[in-house]
């Protein structure tokens, strides 16, 4: 009912409103004018429809619209009253007392429609200016997401530059000593081919670092499916057995059954899992047993990757995922930063934390449905 009108233009929706109770109200008039005096009831029922256009008039325009309508209502059936029920002063009184109920029903009601009213304008402007938090939250956040990616390539740029140096140093040394002569007036022939190697190298890990580098700075976009993780894991497993024994290293896996398929990448969930598991290899140091699990939980899969190897100082588990960090001799610290680009794109997590006794786990979380938005 209040809503009725709403497409009228602003400006004429009053008037159409009032239109609309004037003419229900002579309508009402109208029709209990012509019902003859000797049916009663028929009358009394008719007398009610004066109800209508009050209640109408208080929802629109609350108590003192209502209070309009009724008085207007009681002009066009008093005379009724008058000329009609004369002869009937009980039923006259009774009449009489329906216009007052027709003041008192119109006022409650407008009242309440005014407090309605008042309690909805205070939401909409609550609404609008939550919205406008809103906005500005996310404006800020976005800045913020700016500033913070300024921040990491300046660190990267950083960090980029002292990893450089060091190959580069033992690069220029090496050529240095495969100048022609500079090795015949050394008297070290047999070292020309370490020198080689050495370059190589180097060169092998500067592309490593590059190619790592490029891989943090510009992600590939996620091409969604919904894949099975259980065979994504197996592969993974398969791949890494070989190298798992070769380094006394023991695997043990348990995959929960039925688990449903995810929208995820399924080379870029394969890359992340098999960085895990190498690095979990290499941290045990030919000893131990590498643990991978993968369950479901709330609507999202959890794999942990546990190791036995020395583990992580707690002073550096914030560390981890950031980039160039690494506590290997030849690692470039971009792997676990990547794995984290890449869950974090897939509208999961990955965390670091002791394991026990020894060790690490790494647990990664990855929600059965695809992200709305991919970060």
Not at 164 to 182: C, K, S, V
Request: proline share 6%; with cysteine.
């Amino acid at each position: 009912m209040p809503e009725f009108g709403q497409h009228a233009p602003p400006e004429w929706r009053p008037h159409f409103r009032i239109g609309i109770i004037v003419a229900a109200t002579v309508a009402v008039t109208i029709t209990y004018a012509n019902i003859p005096s000797e049916q009663r009831l028929l009358s009394k029922l008719v007398q009610y429809l004066y109800f209508l256009p009050t209640l109408m008039a208080a929802l629109w325009f609350g108590w003192r619209g209502a209070l309009a309508s009724a008085t207007f209502a009681a002009l066009c059936y008093m005379p009724r009253i008058l000329l009609f029920w004369h002869s009937a002063p009980g039923y006259q009184s009774d009449q009489y007392s329906e216009v007052v109920d027709l003041f008192l029903i119109g006022a409650i009601i407008g009242v309440l429609a005014d407090r309605d009213r008042r309690r909805r304008v205070e939401l909409e402007a609550t609404t609008s200016q939550l919205s406008r938090t809103y906005r500005e939250l996310q404006e800020n956040f976005e800045h913020l997401k700016r500033a913070e990616r300024f921040s990491a390539i300046g660190q990267m740029a950083a960090g980029l530059a002292h990893e450089i140096r060091n190959p580069l140093a033992a690069i220029e040394g090496a050529a240095d000593l495969l100048t022609p002569g500079a090795a015949e007036q050394s008297g070290q022939q047999a070292m020309q081919q370490e020198f080689v190697g050495i370059i190589k190298k180097e060169c092998r890990r500067l592309s490593r670092l590059l190619t790592g580098m490029l891989d943090f700075a510009r992600p590939r976009t996620p091409q969604f499916q919904f894949t099975s993780v259980a065979p994504l894991l197996e592969s993974v497993i398969s791949l890494i057995t070989a190298f798992a024994q070769k380094s006394g290293v023991t695997i043990q896996w348990s995959i929960e059954p039925a688990l449903p398929a995810i929208a995820c990448d399924p080379e870029q969930i394969k890359q992340v899992f098999l960085n895990l598991a190498m690095n979990a290899v290499q941290a045990m140091n030919n000893q131990g047993t590498l643990a991978i699990t993968a369950a479901r939980r709330a609507g999202s899969i959890v794999i942990e990757v546990r190791d036995e190897g020395p583990g992580i100082a707690p002073e550096n588990l914030d560390k981890v995922f950031s980039p160039f960090f690494t506590t290997k001799t030849d690692g470039t610290g971009l792997g676990l930063p990547i794995a984290q680009q890449i869950v974090v794109r897939h509208g999961g997590v990955i965390m670091a934390d002791p394991n026990t006794p020894r060790g690490t786990v790494f647990t990664v979380v990855l929600p059965v449905e695809r992200p709305r938005t991919a970060l």
